[in-house]
């Protein structure tokens, strides 16, 4: 290991802000030299100091900056060093959150104990899932209590986040029933907390009828092995006016604890890592695959004779591996 | 292909029940040879015929069997040829079943338009779903005009058959919204119709208030690109007095009718088609790994050194790929 990144690792673990800003640029890029690197850094530092990971989803328009801000103060207040990392494969498009994060969060961006770390511009999901991770992993090392992990609550960022979150806070608008509330379906699945945002003012009693629509929903599900009784909940919160929020991170502290006592944290994080692992196999394979020209376009040439039905996926994936035996 | 082979498929698109129990058990074979088979006799019969392929989810006491034997009965009555194929990864475990399901099913079981395939014992979830597949395009092929694809509703299968499914059916006893449903939350997401069963006798107004419940809770959610309005729906059924059944299958017509129309259909298969080439891309690749014993154990070996945290998967993974230029 070159001393440069002896010293990078050494000024993270020491809590240094711009070693880490430094490290997660180093993760982003995707030259080869620099992802070895990588590598080597995130096996120096190593998984000994762990934070609360969240995952955080909501649609734009629920006040999800506005919660982040209230919502990190209120921990930095208490003395908790807080990372926000926004995952967005979308941004791509909408480049502008990538400056648009921290004026969003104005004074939480200020906070000496606190980080954000918007996502950089990706389109493909293997990309951010990958960098994320090793974001969260180098937050983990720089010694944050708490790493929020905030995803836009459209696309399938939220099952990805979920495999690496401790647990997953949904955050709401107030709606009738038969609003949209664009809330993508596999969220509810993954859910261990609803939050009504926005219960203040007129919308207050609304908020209240929306919490108990949505905690009418959650009854209808099974209980899962990671709940404990009373989970997934539902409330309601004012990130405008500071209310229910330390109520809100009271149920996010029950439930970590409650995880911890039955060893349901560890088992999690032990099959996220195994998830990942398989996960970096398969995308490591397909690049493998890829690199190979010729492959590369009798992939695209079978995949659209499967399209057509010309042939099965059965048989197109064995001429497939037939032709690395070759 | 040999002459046995090729009277096979023609027997098979004469609609011989015999000949597609032969073929099913041929691609339900895990001997090479057997698979080779297997291959040429789906490229033979092709993909021209379609049936419409329903997935049925229902955890045990729902009344899943009663509901199949009175649903695929007004099928057949209407001159249908109604398939049904059980799919069970837990069959290894209860392997009664497999002789249940016939019995479960007695009159449906001897209608000449119908055809009652349960699954077999299989414990690995990448053969099932393949050997699914497969029965599914067998059953096309002999010129079935529905085809009921049945799962346990408890694991992974769901979202396995969802993917091979024209339309996916949640059948749900009636329970108060306090009452645990054992619906795994995934079928949330999958569900095109939710249909309360037992809505007769003393059930009958417990069976509405259930209905309204999901009706409720499935506005939750936002509307998918595959929905039209009023899907997904919430309906009341009696499988014992034959009530809402012409219902229910109306309402799948409407649905399958209102996606034919729009084209999402057919682009839905398409896409189906794609995922499970992709997936078995993957899964012959992950094949030909293991069949390298060094490189199975260590697999094995980066796999526990992932889970104690000693390595992370990305560098796990790095280092399986390594041995594969090596």
């Not at 954000?116 to 969260?136: C, E, F, H, K, N």
């Not at 690496?164 to 608008?173: E, G, N, Q, R, S």
């Not at 109520?247 to 029950?254: K, L, S």
Request: glycine fraction near 8%; charged fraction near 20%; hydrophobic fraction near 45%.
């Amino acid at each position: 290991m070159t001393t440069d990144l002896a010293k990078l690792a050494t000024d993270i673990a020491a809590g240094n802000r711009r070693a880490l800003a430094r490290a997660i640029t180093l993760v982003e890029s995707g030259r080869g030299d620099h992802r070895a690197d990588a590598l080597t850094l995130l096996d120096t530092l190593g998984t000994t100091q762990q934070a609360l990971r969240i995952g955080l989803s909501g649609t734009p328009g629920v006040g999800k900056s506005t919660f982040i801000e209230s919502f990190g103060l209120m921990l930095t207040g208490m003395g908790k060093r807080v990372a926000v990392l926004a995952v967005d494969p979308s941004s791509a498009r909408s480049g502008g959150s990538i400056l648009g994060d921290k004026t969003r969060m104005e004074q939480l961006s200020r906070d000496p104990l606190a980080f954000i770390r918007p996502s950089p511009s990706q389109t493909q999901l293997g990309g951010v899932a990958r960098r994320t991770r090793d974001a969260v992993a180098l937050c983990e090392a720089a010694g944050f209590d708490i790493v929020l992990i905030e995803t836009v609550g459209v696309g399938q960022s939220e099952t990805m986040v979920a495999q690496m979150a401790d647990l997953f806070v949904l955050l709401l608008a107030p709606a009738g029933g038969d609003e949209l509330q664009g809330v993508k379906r596999g969220i509810m699945e993954i859910a261990d907390l609803v939050l009504v945002n926005k219960a203040d003012g007129d919308l207050k009693a609304q908020a209240s009828r929306t919490c108990a629509d949505y905690a009418g929903a959650l009854r209808l599900m099974r209980k899962r092995a990671q709940d404990p009784d009373g989970f997934p909940k539902a409330l309601t919160v004012s990130a405008l006016e500071n209310n229910g929020l330390t109520g809100a991170w009271e149920a996010m502290q029950t439930l970590s604890d409650w995880r911890r006592d039955n060893h349901i944290w560890a088992t999690t994080r032990a099959a996220q890592a195994r998830y990942w692992f398989h996960e970096e196999v398969r995308l490591q394979l397909l690049a493998r695959l890829a690199e190979d020209a010729s492959l590369r376009a009798k992939l695209a040439q079978l995949e659209q004779a499967v399209t057509d039905g010309a042939t099965s996926p059965a048989a197109a994936a064995a001429s497939v591996i037939a032709t690395l035996d070759s």
